[in-house]
T-cell receptor
Framework: RKEVEQDPGPFNVPEGATVAFNCTYSNSASQSFFWYRQDCRKEPKLLMSVYSSGNEDGRFTAQLNRASQYISLLIRDSKLSDSATYLCVVRYNAGNNRKLIWGLGTSLAVNP | EAQVTQNPRYLITVTGKKLTVTCSQNMNHEYMSWYRQDPGLGLRQIYYSMNVEVTDKGDVPEGYKVSRKEKRNFPLILESPSPNQTSLYFC?????????????FGEGSRLTVL
């Protein structure tokens, strides 16, 4: 079983739609959780951190469920510019290293 | 402008010909790391460095070397490249003092080894 698993998609949605991605992780010692965005052939960029109480940034809402070991990302009112791959990232400490485990990503295509 | 700069961005080379991919950051970050990204395998850490002269292996260090002689630079060295090192490579940095999980990535170096 992969340490971090995501539905690869692709998710094809029309503009204005609401779309949700889930991500499960296997290491219960995981301490921090993040969503990164990666455009085609570009570098990943932090979209948002995921806090235990859930957090929102504009049209984006992230949730964490530690008991079930999953993270979610909700995008409301999708824009064409939201088309990208969304990477779920989990961190735990491994000695001196801030160990980041990356999911393979969920591909989103927002269509006009 | 805060950035991580990698060079070269694209490289085609042949088996066994030593090469170096440079990485430089201007954010005074202590933590730097190299990743490779391959289809179906995602991002995997090659090496990381907590500070000058401090480096350590990540998950896939075989065939690679790194050095950290200055805080801003973290070159990746392939002493004898092989075709299985064909990949997209990313250098990343982060402030170690308050690690928020935000890694700043370079634009990537696409390497092909024939």
């Amino acid at each position: 079983r992969k340490e971090v698993e995501q539905d690869p998609g692709p998710f094809n949605v029309p503009e204005g739609a609401t779309v949700a991605f889930n991500c499960t992780y296997s290491n219960s010692a995981s301490q921090s959780f993040f969503w990164y965005r990666q455009d085609c052939r570009k570098e990943p960029k932090l979209l948002m951190s995921v806090y235990s109480s859930g957090n929102e940034d504009g049209r984006f809402t992230a949730q964490l469920n530690r008991a079930s070991q999953y993270i979610s990302l909700l995008i409301r009112d999708s824009k064409l510019s939201d088309s990208a791959t969304y990477l779920c990232v989990v961190r735990y400490n491994a000695g001196n290293n801030r160990k980041l485990i990356w999911g393979l990503g969920t591909s989103l295509a927002v269509n006009p | 402008e805060a950035q991580v700069t990698q060079n070269p961005r694209y490289l085609i080379t042949v088996t066994g010909k030593k090469l170096t991919v440079t990485c430089s950051q201007n954010m005074n970050h202590e933590y730097m790391s190299w990743y490779r990204q391959d289809p179906g395998l995602g991002l995997r850490q090659i090496y990381y460095s907590m500070n000058v002269e401090v480096t350590d292996k990540g998950d896939v260090p075989e065939g690679y070397k790194v050095s950290r002689k200055e805080k801003r630079n973290f070159p990746l060295i392939l002493e004898s490249p092989s075709p299985n090192q064909t990949s997209l490579y990313f250098c990343a940095s982060s402030s170690d003092r308050v690690f928020t999980g935000e890694l700043f990535f370079g634009e990537g170096s696409r390497l092909t080894v024939l």
